[in-house]
C-alpha cells in the first residue's frame, strides 16, 4: 500500500477528520480531503498532511531522527512501549500519539494489533516524513492547539517525552476517554547528565499537576539500567534534547567518553480527565 492510500485509510477508518478552517466533516475526493464548504487538504506525495500555514523553527535534525531511529531499534525503549500498550484498556481502539515524532510508538502499537487505530501529529515536518514511510498510522504535521480531529474522537491520546496541550487532548478524547502521559523520572539518562555535570531531573511538577487536575491518576514507573554498545552512547548522545544547545564538537567530546550502561527512567502515568 501506498503512503498516500494508507493515511487515507487509516483516517477513513477513524472517521473523525474535520477541516482545520471551518470545522466541517472532511470527505475523500481523489488525492485531498475536502469539506462542505469546499476548502481542501492535499496528501503529500510522501503520504502525509502537513496542515501547518507557516514553517516552524526546530533544533531537531536529521543527525538526531537518525541516532533515534538506532536506539528505538536497539529495543532500549521497548520496556516503555510494553507498559504502554499493558494499560490501554481493552476495547480502547482509536489513539491519537501528539508530538508521536516519526512515528516509532504509534507503528509498534498498531502493527501488532488488527483492532487498534492511529494518527500521530508533530509540528516537525522531518519527523512526519520519516513517519509515514511506516507501515501502520496516518501522519499529520500540525500544531497541538488546532488537531484537526471532531471532540471525541478518540478513546486514548498519548504524550510521550513531549510538551502536552491539556486542554486539546481533552477536547478530542472521547468521554471518561485515557491519557497516557510518559515524562521522566529522576534518573532518566543519568549518566549523559553526570558526564555533563548536570544535576537529575527534578520530580513532581508533573506528577503534582495530574493530581491536581486529572482523576483517576495511576502511576507506572519503568526503570532499568541498560549496557550499551559505545556506538548506542553516540547515538544516545545525539538524540537527546538534553545536549541540543552543544555544539558539534561539544558532542562529539561527549559522544567519545562512552559510559557502559545507561538508566531508563520513566514514568507513564494513565489518567482521565475529571
Request: aromatic share 8%; proline share 5%; net charge neutral.
Amino acid at each position: 500500500m501506498s503512503g498516500k492510500e494508507r493515511i487515507f485509510a487509516e483516517l477513513t477508518r477513524l472517521g473523525n477528520m474535520i477541516c482545520p478552517v471551518c470545522g466541517k466533516k472532511t470527505g475523500r475526493l481523489g488525492d485531498s480531503l475536502v469539506c462542505a464548504k469546499g476548502h481542501t487538504l492535499n496528501v503529500n506525495r510522501k503520504g502525509y498532511l502537513n496542515l501547518l500555514s507557516r514553517k516552524m523553527d526546530s533544533f531537531y535534525d536529521e543527525l538526531l531522527f537518525d541516532a533515534r531511529e538506532r536506539v528505538y531499534a536497539s529495543g532500549m525503549y521497548r520496556p516503555v512501549l510494553d507498559a504502554v500498550r499493558s494499560g490501554i484498556p481493552a476495547g480502547e481502539k482509536r489513539i491519537l500519539d501528539a508530538g508521536c515524532g516519526e512515528g516509532w510508538c504509534l507503528a509498534s502499537l498498531l502493527e501488532n494489533s488488527d483492532e487498534l487505530m492511529g494518527a500521530g501529529v508533530d509540528l516537525s515536518v522531518p519527523a512526519i516524513v520519516r513517519a509515514a514511510r511506516r507501515a501502520h498510522g496516518g501522519f499529520l504535521v500540525c500544531d497541538l492547539k488546532r488537531l484537526p480531529f471532531a471532540p471525541g474522537s478518540f478513546d486514548v491520546v498519548l504524550d510521550i517525552l513531549t510538551p502536552a496541550d491539556y486542554a486539546a487532548f481533552e477536547r478530542v478524547l472521547k468521554n471518561e476517554g485515557m491519557l497516557i502521559k510518559v515524562f521522566p523520572g529522576r534518573e532518566y539518562l543519568r549518566e549523559i547528565r553526570e558526564a555533563r555535570g548536570m544535576p537529575l531531573y527534578e520530580e513532581g511538577a508533573v506528577e503534582n499537576w495530574l493530581g491536581q487536575h486529572l482523576a483517576d491518576v495511576r502511576m507506572e514507573r519503568v526503570h532499568a539500567v541498560q549496557t550499551v554498545s559505545p556506538e548506542i552512547w553516540r547515538d544516545l548522545v545525539y538524540m537527546t534534547p538534553l545536549n541540543q544547545a552543544l555544539s558539534p564538537e561539544e558532542k562529539e567530546e561527549l559522544a567519545g567518553r562512552p559510559r557502559p550502561q545507561v538508566t531508563l527512567d520513566l514514568n507513564v502515568a494513565f489518567c482521565r480527565y475529571a
